[in-house]
């Protein structure tokens, strides 16, 4: 495992630039600012995702709700699982990979659709409308 990046407490960590739909660069290129790993609260996590989102980043979108989902409740994994799975969706999509796009955003569907069955919070999100939004934006092109 000596070529992985991997930070003090030797848990990967990737240290290699990447573009801004997380593609890894050589060493030494300069890529996008990476995302902080910090855990932030629920309301914070959205709208740093969306703000990610906004710029161009579905990556680093994926990345933030991914920190959520590992440092968050567990009864509330599938929500943020499932909203990093539509990230990861759209960063197929704009890397061109139709098959792949499809694929993350029907399971980003049903790991959502399972959690808005629970009941549990979904912070104001109309879930139902995000992967509206993501299947539309995936058959658009």
Known sequence: MGDRDRNEQGRAQQARPRDAL????????????????????????????RSLLE???????????????????EEERELWQGLAQLCVGLTHHERGNSVGA??????AAGRLE???????PTYGLDLGALVGCAQDRVRSD
């Not at 399972?114 to 549990?120: D, H, L, P």
């Open 22 to 49: 997380g593609r890894p660069l050589p060493y030494g290129e300069v890529g996008v600012e990476p995302i902080s790993e910090e855990p932030l609260p629920p309301e914070e996590t959205l709208a740093y995702a």
């Open 55 to 73: 710029d161009g980043r579905p990556f680093a979108a994926h990345e933030a709700l991914e920190v959520r989902w590992k440092s968050g409740p």
């Open 114 to 120: 399972t959690y808005e069955t629970g009941g549990g």
């Open 102 to 107: 499809s694929r993350l955003i029907e399971r």
